[in-house]
């Protein structure tokens, strides 16, 4: 029987695993390997939470095709020299794998390819961890979208042709040659020292069986009533599959396929198209991403070249370290460093106050959440912070600018999430708790430890942010 390698890179499954089916599909073992190489990401190379999860992503992965007999292999970079020693070794027809679409991957994807093939390997990538490839939806004019709801529209006509598949429950064993030459998951270092990361296995469970037990657990309970609840940030109300999403646990075709089987009242019918055009946000960043690369690092609408960005790095740090003074900033921030994950309304709050209030580069901003969000997704992240910053396709506008307190009120209305991320607020009674700086008394007696003012003044920040944007020349 001929050999195909598996190359796994973020999709750490195998059910509904394009890779495998084209291998089963002609007849081939599989053979799986994961080739450990961040540095070939640069300059988005994975970030310290993200790493610290793909440890346990990997295990797991390990440990369910253990399950059925076969076995992860583990290999460290570079990329293209493993996969042809490794393909030599095991003497293998075949190289598959599932697309990427993040510039530096797909630069470093065609070379393997060419190599691969000139060396008389059939190499093939087939369709990534999306329910379309960035070019299948296209424009009336051929080209990209720019604007979501249009895409959406589009895209969600196709939804019916998705189906997800599953993986056999024996798969072979790989050639003893490969398995002696595997490294031990923990060589990777993969494992942050010191253990910081400690509380976020509370939250989340890496890998795909955690993933379809987080899906299960969103279909039982918050699926009806997303659409209402999903903006509360003290409530579980969302699925949190995104970091699952992120390492291809679990696809989104697999996601469609279930909510599809369960017959849903009108209503929550409603709630969980309303979830499914979240699914939409994600193809409309990998279409974004894959149609307009550069900007995971530079402004999509040209005329922010100018913008004067303010450059101050010890509010930046305040920001970082969730000491802003702005309660529902910090209570996110700290969130974020605790857990490895950020609910998303606060997400949208926390960078408007970085981009407007505080006028800093989206960079900034993004490099962070790089760095500490554990579903961290250069599609997602570049397009979240480009469309808060409103320097993005179909952004929110840069003149429109969250008041942090207000919108505290209306989505934390009972202090919840704040007192529980900002411990020392705790004994503020709520009419201080969204703007404790105009309850100074209460704030010095309740809660000396927390900042007793804001970094910036909310009316002020803005009004410099809005003299900044209309200083901007125009453009066509
Ligand atoms: C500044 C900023 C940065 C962000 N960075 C990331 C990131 O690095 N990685 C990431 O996965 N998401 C990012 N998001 C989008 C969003 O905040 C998260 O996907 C969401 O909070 C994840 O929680 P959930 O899985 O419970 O979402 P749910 O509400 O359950 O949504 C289901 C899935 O839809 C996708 N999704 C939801 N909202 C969005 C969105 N606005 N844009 C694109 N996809 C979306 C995610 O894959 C998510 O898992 C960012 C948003 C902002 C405003």
């Known amino acids: 029987m001929s050999r195909a390698l598996i190359w796994l890179r973020r999709d750490l499954r195998l059910d509904d695993l394009p890779a495998l089916q084209l291998a089963l599909r002609r007849g081939?073992?599989?053979?799986?390997?994961?080739?450990?190489?961040p540095q070939e990401e640069a300059p988005w190379s994975p970030g310290r939470a993200s790493l610290a999860w793909l440890d346990r992503s990997l295990r797991a992965l390990q440990a369910d095709l253990r399950g059925r007999g076969s076995d992860l292999l583990i290999a460290?970079?570079?990329?293209?020299?493993?996969?042809?020693?490794?393909?030599?070794?095991?003497?293998?027809?075949?190289?598959?794998?599932?697309?990427?679409?993040?510039p530096a991957v797909i630069a470093r994807d065609a070379i393997v390819k060419r190599e691969l093939r000139a060396a008389g390997l059939q190499a093939e990538s087939v369709k990534g961890?999306?329910?379309?490839?960035?070019?299948?939806?296209?424009t009336g004019q051929g080209g990209p979208y720019k604007v979501f709801t249009p895409f959406w529209r589009n895209a969600q006509t196709r939804l019916k042709d998705v189906v997800a598949t599953t993986a056999p429950e024996a798969l072979p064993a790989p050639p003893d040659v490969l398995a002696a030459g595997s490294l031990a998951i923990n060589a990777l270092g993969l494992i942050p020292v010191p253990r910081w990361d400690g509380d976020f296995w509370e939250r989340f469970e890496p890998g795909a069986q955690g993933a379809l037990r987080a899906l299960d657990a969103f279909v039982d309970g918050a699926a009806e009533g997303y659409l209402s609840q999903r903006d509360l940030p003290e409530r579980a109300g969302t699925s949190r599959l995104s970091a699952h999403l992120h390492f291809g646990e679990i696809s989104p075709a697999q996601i469609l396929t279930t909510l599809r089987s369960i017959t849903w009242s009108a209503a929550a019918q409603a709630d969980v198209d309303g979830f499914v055009r979240e699914l939409g946000w994600r193809e409309f960043s990998q279409h974004l991403l894959y149609h307009f690369p550069h900007t995971t690092d530079e402004n999509l609408n040209p005329q922010f070249v100018a913008f004067p960005w303010q450059d101050d790095p010890r509010?930046?740090?305040?920001?970082?370290?969730?000491?802003?003074?702005?309660?529902?900033v910090d209570a996110g921030m700290r969130e974020l460093w605790h857990t490895g994950w950020m609910h998303n309304r606060v997400?949208?709050?926390?960078?408007?106050?970085?981009?407007?209030?505080?006028?800093?580069?989206?960079?900034h901003g993004a490099r962070w959440f790089w760095d500490t969000l554990v579903d961290a997704d250069l599609a997602n992240n570049t397009q979240g912070w480009q469309w808060t910053a409103g320097t993005g396709a179909d952004?929110?506008?840069?003149?429109?600018?969250?008041?942090?307190a207000t919108q505290a009120e209306r989505f934390d209305p009972n202090g919840s999430y704040v007192r529980q991320w900002l411990p020392e607020l705790a004994c503020l009674p709520d009419k201080a708790l969204y703007a404790p700086w105009e309850h100074a008394d209460l704030l010095r007696r309740l809660a000396p430890d927390y900042p007793q003012r804001p970094i910036v003044d909310l009316r002020e920040g803005r009004e410099s942010a809005l003299a900044a944007y209309q200083g901007l020349p125009k453009r066509d």
Do not use: C
């Open 315 to 328: 509010a930046l740090v305040a920001w970082q370290q969730g000491r802003t003074g702005v309660p529902i």
């Open 347 to 363: 997400r949208m709050l926390v960078a408007s106050f970085l981009t407007k209030h505080l006028r800093h580069h989206w960079l």
């Open 395 to 404: 952004a929110a506008p840069y003149f429109r600018i969250f008041n942090p």
């Open 129 to 138: 961890a999306v329910l379309f490839e960035p070019w299948e939806v296209q």
């Open 76 to 102: 460290q970079g570079p990329t293209l020299p493993t996969l042809l020693q490794l393909a030599q070794q095991a003497e293998v027809d075949s190289v598959y794998w599932q697309r990427r679409y993040e």
């Open 28 to 37: 081939e073992a599989p053979i799986f390997v994961y080739v450990h190489a």
